[in-house]
Structures are given as structure tokens and as C-alpha cells.
């Protein structure tokens, strides 16, 4: 039998009905579409139970409260939490993104040890004894050699039981050399130290401040504690509080002031003692204060009088004098007026005059620990370990001098000079520090000068890293042994920057450890125990959590309820008891400064022949330009006249734009006496002609690839400038030049 | 000239083999599309452990909300997890294999029981328990059947297409449903919400039997009273995410 | 049951953004993101294709330094009423993927029904929808975060802003389950306005006088919800597409930024 061209086609036909007639093809085109709908490798969260868990963010001093929202064992959101006496609820962007942290591909994963050359990425997996044997192993080996004193630590806080931890532990191995990381904390703290005569921070009564003269502070920008500063900010709109700013560029803070100042950049010391010099002379301080509680004043008032009259203040400044006039008196006549400084968000120090000027005009108008004012805020003092017991080798170490050279005779004042570090190193053939570790920090990218801080590091034969992420530091050191990040860890947080109250908070444990991490803590005190002797005895608890639960003590349970734990009467002294000076009182010219300060503006790097442009950072709260690299989603939001691509934008006045012939978006070079780079200008009105501005918080060279090798890395383009009095880095800016390419 | 002619009569032959063809191609395809597709579509997946509800329903207090409830949040909780099941099975109770199994791989080792959910829908699914049951009192049996009264699991069926759980579609290949659990597809959802003319605004509601309401209904009229899903045309975001 | 249904009050959700608390940092940009599963690519720079619900532009006054002003302004989806339902976005979409909802006054985005012809793109006049050019990709181990209560999109649809439906379909299930058909003002709250540092971000129903939006917005419901506010403002409210989210700003300049005003047009609110 033979098929035939017409029993085929009967037979297709056949089948084409009989198919109409069967699900096939109804069936095949609903799933098809239904196919087209869901695309398999588009991933479908998995749904589950939802929790809620508070904690604390550590990624900035700020200290804010977190509810983070789970899914199961998932943490799929965070959240302000309601209720805590930082941010009551609200979050800030950076919080916002740590979920991005958490899980990112930015994390170490397991201890490393480098293998290859520094910097090379060429990493081996070891376990944690090994880690915490090699560890131990190089410190004993140093210690017995009477080199204990070449060992040190950079941190980014001095406060809680993890800097603590590690304090104590340098200090019975038999170094002095803790150093924290510098902000304005080390400026105001010198500077309450000086004219108050006690140890404390700075706290700020910004809910109840009438009238807020910033010189220069990213109110916010994410100056102080950023979430806090927004809703003050907000009040402040409600009250119908002023808000004035003092700075050269139109940042947020001054957009969103009553009135913006633009001023020579750095001369915002002059303008505090012009202000000062119209209070006095016109008699609008607060007599009360200025002649019961304080001392100096005589010595003050002939300064100001004498150089810092009107007229020569605006011929420093830029400001006009009746300008001055005018707000001198709107801030004398403010019921509660609040003088604050340090630029930006307060990542480097500045110059200690310029704190004390601004500290004595809040001591003019009485606001010194008062309600809207200034207060001198000292540590909890929860931390009541027993006294280390220290051997020979660890009592000839402390009598070692510093390396930064804090306390000694050149640097009396300051406590930590982390700006002085690269160059004491680099400064010496071999380097006299032959151990490193590095918490919670990342200098390699935040101090200035990232060349001579590479250089520095690179001779320091032993960095060890107890980096999260891959930092730069990290990337740099020769062992990283990861803590696990603040989500999955404990870990007490006193002391929000610039909090007028004592809070502590709690950070812990959202989500198990993701990866093989080791809480830092934990390692120290293996590290300690691994080392013997008196260096184990003075560590005696099993590990860090049992550490912490004996230090907070009777606070351990509500402070693991509530997420925080706060004093609800803590008080500063009345002004009879508030100041331990020499005087006992208020000292506007500090009794214990052996050298006056004259109160001049910081002279920059640079001449103005070669470099006729100032360069000044500006911070950016969708720039986290701390120990932390900016998330992918922080730096999504990022504007494209800031960066695009891998391009960053300086901000330039069209006007002097104008002048060297730039158009918007044109490439150019930008050179300082401490580098170059190749950035793009975008033009800004709000900036003085004069000035470029570059963001700080890009330039990363670590992390991972949403983040690397976009636009620069401001530290790369200025250097230290030392206050002669402090020692601490007072520049502000360098000087700079464009030139197209 | 000859083999013109017996091409001719083979031609003439062939009226009957046309039809033997049309009916063979008819039979054929019949055959294909009614036993060997379903076949081929579905893969047939046995859940990790075999489970009896009869004897659990027999042996918990509050019925199927004993495992199956409603969260404070409002959320339901599905499947119950093993923190649930782990009151009870801390230890094997009995000789049952599938006991013994359950306690052993995922007791011991605190490991999620990887359960196939009949009832699964699609992620692009919003679908709220609380606003059927509390609200609309509805009875689980309405749209998850006599599930709670059987012994054995039965055998899950995943769409190779899709996959979706055949339970979607409904057993029935044809897509023809006898009871109103048999099927759990939008359509099915419409038909409930128009009988009880709940989400609609027209009274004299109606849906068509699939696959009428496609070939039917242009796509304007949907807003109109025979539409399939949600008279009023602004319904999607109620389901769908 | 369907009597109920039919006696509750149709609610209408809006914002009201405060421009002079708003400090441009970005937050409600990054709830958003992380609430409602948006992806993020290598490069973000090109704003065209990076897919930000709700985007804070940066306005300025165009004055010369130091008159220069600058005042940051968040755009989320504006849930557009047009004149009943008729929104630009929703009137042009045919495969209904967008849509109005009457219920609660929040334009849909179905992912699954949009085949992504873009039409609402160009219909929206406030740059409000994003198109998905590329499949989402998170770093591995980042699909950890991702939030189950919002499906995350596939290459070639379109999304943007829902006003965090899901929010308000959760609440509605916890009340629910305590017998209540009516939320209360704190039970849903959109991501952005739940997470904003300032204060500056109020949502809730436009059409309940003891919600806050209501209070501040004062919107004159027969007037397409004009606000009777001398500081409120809606973003090109002359174009008659009625939006749900009203500005605040004590700001001249920028409550004129808000519209295509001619020189000698004032912001006045009454044009009828």
C-alpha cells in the first residue's frame, strides 16, 4: 500500500482536527503564556514568617536605633526604630543599605593570609586557630625581642568594650599606642578639655536651640549624629528657630538655612571673633555667666577688641561688616543660641582655634550646659574592669612615647594624631611600627595624603586587618581576620556623637554569621590568652559576649530588651561645679595652653602663582565616605553632575569657569601640590568663584565593582596641615589648578 | 499511456483510504493530545515524606488551624515549619518509615521539610487567606478540597512549561471541573467572586466556561457584564503584585 | 457582605512632600529600592536607565552666585485622578497593565500583563515609570534581601511607584483578622514616608479629614483636589492630570518650578 498525496493530507487534516478537539494546543498556548510571564531566572523571594528585631547601626558614630524586618531567617529590610532616643524612627540612607553589606559580595569570608605580594589580592584560606597562632606568635616574638611598644592600633572609637578590649590588651602587652581614627570629636574634646578643664564630648541641645550658627557643619550632611540632625533640622522649620551658615559653598545645610553666609574658605575663625568682638563691645554677652563662672574674659575682650573689630574682620572674611554686625546681634538676642563647627561632617579635625573661638561664643551668650547649649557630656562610666596587672616588659613599654607623638612634650594636648602617623613612619628608614592592626578603620583611604599612608603602610612589616569587607586596608595587609558584620554580632555603642544624653545601645545578633567570621572581640581575647602570663590573666571571661553581659551588668537585660539603654537623669554639673580648670571656672584664654593662640586663619598648602584655584571637600550624605564603601544602592542615587561613569564632577563657579574657558562637562586636569587627576567640571552658582569642589566618599580602589575605581579619591589630592598647637590636621583645602586635556 | 491508467485507479481506490487517514490522523491525534501530552506536560514528584492528615487531624485540637493558621500580623502560615512539627516529633513515635525518616534527616538536622505545595500559585500572586476566611468565612474545603481527610500524600504533578502545580489547571486536562476545588486558576477566582457578586459591580453577572470567555469576549468588553475575571476593570492590583 | 463592601467609603492615598524640611539625602530613595525589590547595575549613572521609583531631583534657581538657591524636590509616582480615573498613563495602556484604582486612588502596575510598548512612558509627564532594559541580577547571595510581598520584574516591562500596595494589602489582612474593614492612619505607610529622617514625607487618605494629608493638603475635591494651601503646589497641576502627591515649599521660586510658568504668570491657585 502506497500513501498517496491526498491520504497525507486527509491524515493531516485528521490530525489537525483532532488536535482542535484536544487540550493540546488550548493547553500549550495558556502555558506558553504563562511561561512568557514568569521568567525562571528572575528569582522569586521566599515568603515566610515576618519578625521584627532592634538593634543599633554602627556604620557611623550616629548610633541610631534599627528595626529590621525578617522573612524567616532572612533580613529583608531596615527600618528607624520608633521610640529610641537618637532617631526616633527615622533611618538614614546609609542604615537604609547595609542589608547590601550584609549579603554583598564586598565581604570576607574567612580568615586570610596573603601569599603573594601586598595588594596583590593573593589570598589563602586559614582556619581561626591558625589565624589566632599567628597572631600571638608574631606579638610574643616582638615582646621578647623589647619591641612590645612597636605595636599598634587604629580604631575608629574609644568607646565601648571592644575599644576597651583592645586598649587593654595593648596596654598589659606593653604598648601605648591605641590611636583613634581623627574627626572634630578630638577638636571638641580638646577644647572642653582646655576651657572646662574635664575630660567629656561635645553634646549639642539641637531640639532646643532658637538660633544655630554653623561655621561651616553639614547640619545636614551628615554632620553629627545625621538622622537626629534632620529631625532638629525639622523642628527648627516648625519652631521657627534660625538657621544660619557660614560657609563658601551653597551645600544642603546652607540651602536649607534661614540665611547663607558665604565666606573665604577658612576664615571662619576670624568671623567667630568678629561676632565675639560685637558682643562684647556692644555688651550683649551674658553677664551672669561671663562674671560669676568664668575667667579670662579681660584678656578675651582686649584680644577681640584690639584685632577683630568690624572692618578687619570683613576685609579677612569676605563678609560684609554690617552683615556682622547684624548677625552678631540676632545671636546675642536669641534666647537660645547655639554656635557649632567643624566642616562637613566632621571627618577631619580642624584647627583648635577655631573650636575655641566658637566654644567662647557660646560661653558669651551663657549657653555653656544649658538648655539649647554646649554640653560637656563625660563617658558612662559602665565599664568597671579590674585594673591590669602589668608585667616588666609591659610597664617599660607604656613608658615608650607614642608614635604618633600624642602627650609628649612637641604634642601635650592631643590624645591621638593618627594625621601625624604616615610621617613619623615614612620619616625613618625602618619603620617604627612593626605591628598593625586595624579595626572598625580603613586609614588607607580616609587619612589624607593616601600616598604617604600606602607608603607608610607598606613598611610596616606586619598589618593585620579585622576588616568585615574588602577595604583598601584590608586589601593591603598581610592577615584579615573578618568580624562579623553588626548584624550578626553583639556589641555595646555608647555615646552617639553629639548626643547631649547617655544612651547606650546594643547591637546584636539579626541573622547568624553568614560566613566563617570571628566577632572581634573574640579574637582579642584569644589572641590575649593564646600570649599567657599576665597578658591572659587580664582577660578572664571565656569569650566576648560573656564579656559584655558581665560589663553592662544590671543593664543587661533591659538593654537587651529596649535595643538601648539611656539615663533619664543624667544632668551636667550646675556651672559652680562644671569646671575644673586652674580657675575653677570657665577659661576663655585656657590656663593650661603654655602657648596663646592667635586665633589666624590655617594657611593651606600651595602658592597661588602655580595654583591659582582653592580645592575644598564637600561631604554628601549619598557619599558614605567613612570606613565604609558606599553600598550599591547609595551610590545609585548619586546625581549625574556628580559622577557619571567613572567621571567625578568638581563643582566650579561659571564665572571662573568662564575665565579659564571650561564649559559644563569638559574634562581637565586637576592638580595640587599633593597630586593629580582627571575629573570633569560641573558648573555650580553656588559655589564662590575661586573654589573647586570635589565629594568626598569615591575614588575607592577596594570593595567591589559598583563602587571601584569611580571618580577619586579625595585624600589623594591633599595632605595634612599640622596646627601648631594641637598637632591635630587643621587644613580645609589645598590649593589647585585646572587645565583642560 | 498504462501508467496513467493505473495511477487513475489507484486514485479512485484512494476515497476510501481518505477517510481511513482522516480518521487515523483524528484518532492519532486524539490520542496524543488526550493521554500522551498530559503525560508528557505534568512530571510526577513524590513529596519527601509521606503524610497522614487523617491521623494528625485526629490527633490535634483545633483542626486544621492547629497547623494551618493565622498569624498576628494577619499573614497565614501555609505549611506548618519544623518548629511546629518538632513539638510533638522530638522523638520517632511508632515504626512508620516515613516517621522514622521525617525524625532522622530533618528532626535531627534542623533541616526544613522541602514540601511541594499543591496549592502553590505564582509569585506575581497576591492572595489574601485572611479577607476569604475571616471575612468571606469561607471553609478551606471551598477551594483546597477533602485534602484534610486523606491518609497518603498524593503524587505532585508539576508543569513542565510552567511550573506550576497541576493543581492550578486542574487534574482534568480538559480543564472542566466538577467540584469548585478542582481547579484554582483567575478564572476560577472570577467565578466565585460573580456568583457571590463580590468585587462587582453589575448584579447580573455571568462567566463564561473557558475557553469561550477568550474566543468570545473582545478585549474592550471585559469592562462589560460577561466579563471573565472583575467587572470593574480597575481590579488587577487586588491579586496581582 | 457585599453591602459592606459597598458602604465603605472609597479612600483616595496621597503624599504631601515638605520641601523645606526635604534635605535631599537620598533616604526615601533607598527605602524604596530595598522595599520594593529594585534592581541596581554596575553603572547608575545614566539616569535614563536607572530605575529609581522614587527620584529626588535636584532644582535650582538659576541665579548667579551668591543669590543661587537650590532645593531638592522627591518624585514619586503621582497617582494621577485625571478626571475620574483618567490618568495619561492609564488611558493609553492597552493590555490594561496599568490602571486606576478606585478603591484606594493608587494607579496599578501589573508586571505580568505589561508587554512593555512603553506608551505610559511617554504619556507620563513626571519621568515617573522606568523601563527594565535588562533582567534584575543581584550579586550572589544579595537575593537574600529581597522582599517577598513584591514580585521582582523581568526584562521588558515597565514599573514604577505603587505607593507600597503591598503595605496597605497587609494591613488589610491584619485587619482582617481582628474584624476590621478600616485602617487605621499609622497602619499603612509607604516605605519612603515610613523611613524619611526630616519628617518631611506625610502620607494617607486625601479623602479622611483626620488624616494629616487631608489637613495639610486641604484638597478642594470639586476643584480636581486643588489645594486651598497658599504653599501647596502639585507638579504641572495646569495639566489637569489632578495628582495625588501636593508639595509644600515657603519658596516662591520653587512652588513656580512646579509648573511651565510664563513670566507674567503668578502661582495663583484659583484659574478656574
Redesign the interface.
Known amino acids: 500500500m502506497?500513501?498517496?498525496r491526498?491520504?497525507?493530507l486527509?491524515?493531516?487534516?485528521?490530525?489537525?482536527?483532532?488536535?482542535a478537539?484536544?487540550?493540546?494546543?488550548?493547553?500549550?498556548m495558556?502555558?506558553?503564556s504563562?511561561?512568557s510571564?514568569?521568567w525562571?531566572w528572575t528569582p522569586?523571594?521566599a515568603?515566610g514568617?515576618?519578625s521584627h528585631v532592634n538593634s543599633v547601626c554602627t556604620l557611623c558614630p550616629g548610633g541610631c536605633g534599627i528595626t529590621v524586618r525578617k522573612v524567616?531567617d532572612r533580613a529583608v529590610k531596615i527600618e528607624g526604630m520608633k521610640g529610641h532616643p537618637v532617631n526616633d524612627g527615622g533611618v538614614c540612607i546609609l542604615g537604609l543599605s547595609a542589608l547590601q553589606l550584609l549579603y554583598g559580595p564586598t565581604r570576607v569570608k574567612a580568615p586570610l593570609k596573603r601569599v603573594g605580594e601586598r595588594g596583590e589580592e593573593k589570598w589563602q584560606e586559614i582556619s581561626w586557630s591558625e589565624a589566632v597562632a599567628e597572631v600571638a606568635a608574631k606579638l610574643g616574638d616582638l615582646r621578647s625581642k623589647g619591641k612590645s611598644h612597636t605595636v599598634c592600633s587604629i580604631l575608629d572609637s574609644d568607646k565601648g568594650t571592644v575599644p576597651y578590649l583592645f586598649g587593654r590588651l595593648l596596654t598589659v602587652y606593653g604598648s601605648p599606642n591605641f590611636i583613634r581614627t581623627p574627626s572634630i570629636q578630638d577638636s571638641y574634646e580638646l577644647a572642653i578639655n582646655l576651657m572646662h578643664g574635664v575630660q567629656a564630648s561635645a553634646g549639642f541641645d539641637v531640639e532646643h536651640a532658637d538660633f544655630v550658627l554653623s561655621f561651616g557643619s553639614g547640619l545636614i550632611d551628615g554632620w553629627g549624629s545625621p538622622v537626629r540632625m534632620f529631625k532638629a533640622n525639622s523642628n527648627w522649620k516648625d519652631s521657627g528657630s534660625k538657621v544660619v551658615q557660614i560657609e563658601p559653598r551653597l551645600s544642603n545645610t546652607a540651602a536649607k538655612s534661614d540665611k547663607w553666609i558665604p565666606i573665604n574658605p577658612g576664615t571662619e575663625v576670624a568671623l567667630a571673633m568678629g561676632l565675639a568682638h560685637v558682643i562684647i563691645k556692644e555688651s550683649l554677652y551674658d553677664s551672669d555667666f561671663v562674671n560669676n563662672y568664668s575667667s579670662g574674659f579681660d584678656k578675651f575682650k582686649q584680644l577681640v577688641l584690639d584685632k577683630y573689630n568690624p572692618d578687619n574682620v570683613a576685609q579677612i572674611t569676605g563678609v560684609d561688616s554690617s552683615a556682622l554686625v547684624s548677625l552678631a546681634r540676632n545671636f546675642a538676642h536669641a534666647s537660645k543660641p547655639l554656635a557649632v563647627c567643624g566642616r562637613g561632617q566632621g571627618k577631619t579635625q580642624g584647627s583648635l582655634d577655631e573650636f575655641i573661638a566658637v566654644h567662647a561664643l557660646n560661653a558669651l551668650v551663657g549657653n555653656i550646659n544649658s538648655e539649647g547649649g554646649v554640653w560637656a557630656v563625660p563617658d558612662p562610666d559602665y565599664i568597671k574592669w579590674p585594673e591590669v596587672e602589668m608585667d616588666s616588659v609591659a610597664a617599660v613599654g607604656m613608658q615608650k612615647e607614642r608614635i604618633d607623638g600624642a602627650g609628649s612634650e612637641t604634642y601635650p594636648y592631643a590624645r591621638y594624631l593618627l594625621n601625624r602617623f604616615s610621617g613619623v613612619v615614612n620619616s625613618e628608614e625602618e619603620s617604627p611600627v612593626n605591628a598593625l592592626f586595624v579595626a572598625g578603620a580603613n586609614p588607607l583611604y580616609t587619612i589624607s595624603d593616601s600616598k604617604a599612608v600606602k607608603e607608610a603602610f607598606s613598611k610596616i612589616p606586619f598589618v593585620v586587618s579585622f576588616s568585615s569587607y574588602m577595604d583598601e586596608t584590608a586589601k593591603n595587609a598581610d592577615l584579615i581576620l573578618p568580624n562579623h558584620v553588626f548584624l550578626e554580632r553583639y556589641e555595646d555603642v555608647p555615646m552617639p556623637v553629639g548626643l547631649q544624653k547617655h544612651v547606650i545601645g546594643l547591637s546584636r545578633p539579626v541573622v547568624k554569621p553568614q560566613f566563617n567570621t570571628k566577632h572581634v572581640g573574640d579574637v582579642i581575647i584569644l589572641i590575649a590568652k593564646a600570649l599567657g602570663g599576665r597578658i591572659a590573666d587580664a582577660f578572664p571571661w571565656d569569650n566576648y559576649e560573656a564579656c559584655l553581659e558581665e560589663t553592662l551588668g544590671d543593664k543587661w537585660e533591659s538593654i537587651v530588651e529596649n535595643g538601648f539603654w539611656s539615663d533619664p537623669d543624667f544632668k551636667v554639673p550646675a556651672s559652680e561645679e562644671a569646671f575644673n580648670t586652674p580657675s575653677g571656672k570657665f577659661e576663655f584664654i585656657p590656663a593650661n595652653l603654655k602657648s596663646p593662640l592667635d586665633f589666624s586663619p590655617v594657611t593651606i598648602e600651595g602658592s597661588d602663582i602655580s595654583y591659582p584655584l582653592i580645592l575644598v571637600p564637600y561631604d554628601s550624605m549619598r557619599l558614605a565616605n567613612g570606613f565604609i564603601g558606599n553600598p550599591p544602592f547609595i551610590t545609585k542615587t548619586v546625581e549625574d553632575t556628580v559622577l557619571k561613569g567613572k567621571d567625578v564632577f568638581v563643582e566650579i563657579n561659571p564665572k571662573t569657569a568662564e575665565e579659564i574657558g571650561l564649559i559644563e562637562g569638559r574634562y581637565v586636569d586637576i592638580r595640587t601640590p599633593r597630586g593629580k587627576a582627571k575629573v570633569r567640571v560641573h558648573l555650580f552658582d553656588g559655589i564662590m568663584p575661586g573654589i573647586v569642589a570635589l565629594p568626598r566618599g569615591l575614588g575607592h580602589t577596594a570593595y567591589d565593582k559598583y563602587i571601584a575605581g569611580k571618580g577619586i579619591n579625595f585624600n589623594e589630592l591633599i595632605g595634612p596641615v599640622e596646627d601648631p598647637v594641637s598637632g591635630f590636621d587643621a587644613a580645609w583645602g589645598i590649593r589647585a589648578r585646572l587645565t583642560k586635556v | 499511456m498504462s501508467r496513467l491508467i493505473e495511477e487513475k485507479g489507484?486514485?479512485s481506490e484512494?476515497g476510501g483510504?481518505?477517510?481511513?487517514?482522516?480518521?487515523?490522523?483524528?484518532?492519532?491525534?486524539?490520542v496524543?493530545?488526550?493521554g500522551v501530552?498530559?503525560k508528557l506536560?505534568y512530571s510526577q514528584k513524590k513529596q519527601p515524606i509521606d503524610f497522614n492528615h487523617v491521623l494528625h487531624v485526629e490527633a490535634v485540637e483545633e483542626g486544621c488551624e492547629s497547623c494551618h493558621f493565622?498569624?498576628?500580623?494577619?499573614?497565614f502560615?501555609?505549611l506548618p515549619?519544623l518548629a511546629q512539627c518538632v513539638d510533638c516529633h522530638e522523638e520517632i513515635q511508632g515504626e512508620d518509615p516515613n516517621e522514622v525518616k521525617f525524625v532522622e534527616e530533618f528532626v535531627a538536622n534542623e533541616r526544613e521539610v522541602p514540601w511541594l505545595v499543591y496549592a502553590e500559585q505564582?509569585?506575581?500572586v497576591?492572595f489574601?487567606?485572611?479577607?476569604h476566611v475571616?471575612?468571606?468565612k469561607m471553609e478551606c474545603v471551598l477551594c483546597h478540597g477533602h485534602i484534610g481527610e486523606s491518609s497518603h500524600s498524593r503524587v505532585y504533578e508539576e508543569?513542565r512549561?510552567?511550573?506550576?502545580s497541576r493543581d492550578i489547571?486542574g487534574k482534568n486536562?480538559?480543564?472542566l471541573k466538577k467540584n469548585t476545588w478542582d481547579r484554582m486558576k483567575m478564572d476560577d477566582c472570577a467565578e466565585c467572586h460573580a456568583k457571590?457578586?463580590?468585587?462587582y459591580d453589575k448584579t447580573s453577572m455571568e462567566t463564561l466556561p473557558w475557553?469561550l470567555n477568550w474566543a468570545l469576549l473582545p478585549?474592550e468588553k471585559?469592562i462589560g457584564p460577561k466579563a471573565r475575571v472583575q467587572a470593574?476593570?480597575?481590579?488587577?492590583?487586588?491579586c496581582?503584585? | 457582605?457585599?453591602k459592606e463592601?459597598k458602604n465603605e467609603k472609597a479612600k483616595k492615598y496621597g503624599m504631601v512632600i515638605d520641601l523645606d524640611k526635604c534635605t535631599g539625602c537620598g533616604a526615601c530613595m533607598v527605602a524604596c529600592m530595598s522595599e520594593n525589590n529594585v534592581p541596581f547595575k554596575e553603572d547608575e549613572s545614566n539616569k535614563l536607565d536607572s530605575i529609581a521609583w522614587m527620584r529626588v531631583y535636584k532644582l535650582t534657581n538659576g541665579k548667579p552666585f551668591p543669590e543661587a538657591d537650590i532645593c531638592y524636590l522627591p518624585r514619586p509616582c503621582m497617582h494621577c485622578e485625571g478626571h475620574n480615573?483618567h490618568a495619561p498613563c492609564v488611558s493609553v495602556c492597552p493590555a490594561?497593565?496599568t490602571?486606576?484604582?478606585?478603591?484606594t486612588g493608587?494607579v496599578?502596575q501589573?508586571?505580568?500583563?505589561c508587554f512593555g510598548c512603553r506608551y505610559c512612558m511617554v504619556a507620563c509627564p513626571y519621568h515617573a515609570r522606568y523601563f527594565n532594559w535588562w533582567d534584575p541580577v543581584w550579586p550572589e547571595g544579595m537575593e537574600k534581601y529581597l522582599n517577598p510581598?513584591?514580585?521582582?520584574r523581568m526584562r521588558g516591562v515597565v514599573e514604577k511607584c505603587?505607593f507600597c500596595?503591598?503595605r496597605y494589602?497587609?494591613?488589610?489582612?491584619?485587619?482582617?483578622?481582628?474584624?476590621r474593614?478600616k485602617l487605621e492612619e499609622d497602619e499603612y505607610q509607604t516605605s519612603c514616608a515610613q523611613a524619611c529622617p526630616a519628617d518631611a514625607i506625610t502620607f494617607g487618605d486625601l479623602n479622611d479629614p483626620a488624616h494629616a494629608v487631608h489637613q495639610i493638603a486641604k484638597p478642594d475635591l470639586k476643584h480636581g483636589g486643588r489645594s486651598s494651601n497658599p504653599n501647596a503646589f502639585r507638579l504641572l497641576e495646569r495639566l489637569g492630570t489632578n495628582p495625588k502627591v501636593y508639595y509644600l515649599s515657603s519658596r516662591e521660586w520653587v512652588r513656580r518650578a512646579g509648573d511651565n510658568y510664563l513670566k507674567k504668570d503668578k502661582t495663583v491657585k484659583k484659574l478656574h
Open positions: 502506497k500513501i498517496g491526498r491520504s497525507f486527509s491524515f493531516i487534516i485528521g490530525g489537525a482536527a483532532g488536535t478537539l484536544s487540550p493540546l494546543a488550548w493547553k500549550s495558556d502555558d506558553s504563562i511561561w510571564q514568569n525562571p522569586v523571594p515568603d514568617e515576618v524567616d | 489507484k486514485e484512494s483510504f481518505i477517510i481511513l487517514f482522516f480518521i487515523l490522523g483524528l484518532a492519532a491525534s486524539l496524543l493530545g488526550w501530552f498530559p506536560l493565622f498569624r498576628e500580623d494577619g499573614s502560615s501555609g515549619k505564582p509569585d506575581c497576591f489574601s487567606h485572611a479577607a475571616k471575612m468571606g508543569n512549561v510552567t511550573g506550576y489547571w486536562i480538559s480543564g457571590n457578586k463580590i468585587g475557553p478585549y471585559q470593574k476593570k480597575d481590579a488587577c492590583f487586588v496581582h503584585k | 457582605m457585599k463592601v480615573g490594561t497593565a490602571d486606576y484604582n478606585h478603591e493608587i496599578s501589573i508586571y505580568t500583563r510581598d513584591v514580585s521582582p505603587s500596595f503591598h494589602q497587609t494591613a488589610m489582612n491584619k485587619a482582617y483578622v481582628e474584624g474593614r
